[in-house]
């Protein structure tokens, strides 16, 4: 038996980084990807590959605490609608 259909995993907090298109340029971004010269990444993004992300992650764990980041994440389409889905859960 899988030990996460078993048991689910307890998570105080978690950063999700749900977009890493971003319209700021701040000085003190974390994002390696914003760096010079940082390769492309072609993962998908969107509300639909971020509302199956969560629901995954909620199959396996028991998150307290969610943190959506990203570049902006308020420029990902729907935000509201994973912030309720989250809540929800």
């Known amino acids: 038996m899988d030990l996460f259909k078993k048991h689910k995993i307890q998570l105080n907090y978690l950063l999700y980084e ?29 509300y639909e590959p971020a509302l199956q992300t969560l629901k995954q992650l909620f199959k396996t764990s028991h998150p307290g605490h969610i943190t959506f980041t990203g570049g902006e994440p308020i420029l990902l389409e729907r935000l509201p609608e994973l912030a309720l889905f989250c809540r929800m859960k």
Do not use: F
Not at 27 to 32: K, P, Q, R, T, W
Not at 36 to 44: D, H, K, R, S, V
């Open 18 to 46: 749900v977009s890493r298109r971003c319209n700021l340029a701040c000085s003190y971004c974390y994002n390696h990807w914003k760096r010079e010269g940082a390769e492309e990444e072609n993962e998908p993004e969107g």
